[in-house]
T-cell receptor, first 112, second 115 residues
Framework: DQQVKQNSPSLSVQEGRISILNCDYT??????FLWYKKYPAEGPTFLIS?????DKNEDGRFTVFLNKSAKHLSLHIVPSQPGDSAVYFC???????????FGAGTQVVVTP | DTGVSQDPRHKITKRGQNVTFRCDPI?????LYWYRQTLGQGPEFLTY????????KSRLLSDRFSAERPKGSFSTLEIQRTEQGDSAMYLC?????????????FGDGTRLSIL
């Protein structure tokens, strides 16, 4: 039962433009959401998180938006850089200390 | 700042053999998690410790799998009588318990290949 879904397996974006990654979830008990970035042969690296009491969190070039009524979150990366080329995973948990449930990931390629 | 360390990075073994992986979390982190990731999928939760207590196990964790965290520091994950379907990346993560939201930080994983 896939409770976290990333419906776009890949995304290609030009350097300097905005990357928008989307994630949907089905479990209304989720109250903590995270984005991770993964390079080949490395573990996932934490990028940014948001709790359900907020609808936006920003950290440098990364902004996460949460729409609880739609059970949808998105990650905006602006401006996109070549080093942003990686697989991005959306994850969610019930409470900040619980097990994470991950989406299948979105491969982002930033082109010059 | 030392991150989460996993050993070995890669393990190749024959079907039926036992394997053991080690995870050293970030030193002040009291929570430790094991996940498994297969190609094209996100990590799947296996089990979780708070200090030395194993608090939750996934139904993915069959009787052939056992995890320990004897002194609340490093953890081991053992797979007995390995099967082809056990081939995957095994990821360890740790986090700091307490007030507020604390993200899990991952190691680089152990890739298990069953011949």
């Amino acid at each position: 039962d896939q409770q976290v879904k990333q419906n776009s397996p890949s995304l290609s974006v030009q350097e300097g433009r905005i990357s928008i990654l989307n994630c949907d979830y089905t479990n209304s008990m989720f109250d903590y959401f995270l984005w991770y970035k993964k390079y080949p042969a490395e573990g996932p690296t934490f990028l940014i998180s948001i709790s359900s009491i907020k609808d936006k969190n920003e950290d440098g070039r990364f902004t996460v938006f949460l729409n609880k009524s739609a059970k949808h979150l998105s990650l905006h990366i602006v401006p996109s850089q070549p080093g942003d080329s990686a697989v991005y995973f959306c994850a969610a948990s019930v409470s900040s200390w619980g097990k994470l449930q991950f989406g299948a990931g979105t491969q982002v390629v930033v082109t010059p | 700042d030392t991150g989460v360390s996993q050993d070995p990075r890669h393990k190749i073994t024959k079907r039926g053999q036992n394997v053991t992986f080690r995870c050293d979390p970030i030193s002040e982190h009291n929570r430790l998690y094991w996940y498994r990731q297969t190609l094209g999928q996100g990590p799947e939760f296996l089990t979780y410790f708070q200090n030395e207590a194993q608090l939750e196990k996934s139904r993915l964790l069959s009787d052939r799998f056992s995890a320990e965290r004897p002194k609340g520091s490093f953890s081991t994950l053992e797979i007995q009588r390995t099967e082809q379907g056990d081939s995957a990346m095994y990821l360890c993560a740790s986090s700091l318990g307490g007030q507020g939201s604390q993200p899990q930080h991952f190691g680089d994983g152990t890739r298990l290949s069953i011949l």
